[in-house]
């Protein structure tokens, strides 16, 4: 069974940076990964993904500010998020991915609180 594991998150002030880290166990093969948030009384939406092959793609509100990263020896996925905005501000999640579906049930997550 597939574990996710996020960190890294934490309260920084707008204009600020943070590494967000997902460990993922109980599987061969690192595919397709995905972060994704969810504010305070708003659904869950995908920010941004990572094939296998280290194809990325970002929701329009994070581009140029946030980079997904992997590393398949550590099964390990990366968020490095700079420029923060209030807007940021959300439990932040990994999952394995097909297309913009999770496949795997959810972690703790990680919280993101961006001040003003």
């Known amino acids: 069974q597939v574990q996710l594991v996020e960190s890294g998150g934490g309260l920084v002030q707008a204009g600020g940076s943070l590494r967000l880290s997902c460990v993922v166990s109980?599987?061969?093969?690192?595919?397709?990964m995905g972060w994704y948030r969810q504010a305070p009384g708003k659904q869950r939406e995908l920010v941004a993904t990572?094939?296998?092959?280290?194809?990325?793609d970002y929701t329009d509100s994070v581009k140029g500010r946030f980079t997904i990263s992997r590393d398949n020896v550590k099964n390990t996925v990366y968020l490095q998020m700079n420029s923060l905005k209030p807007e940021d501000t959300a439990d932040y999640y990994c999952?394995?991915?097909?297309?913009?579906?999770?496949?795997?049930?959810w972690g703790q997550g990680t919280q993101v609180t961006v001040s003003s």
């Open positions: 109980g599987i061969i093969r690192l595919n397709a």
């Open positions: 990572i094939t296998g092959g280290g194809t990325t």
């Open positions: 999952n394995v991915v097909a297309g913009s579906r999770p496949l795997a049930s």
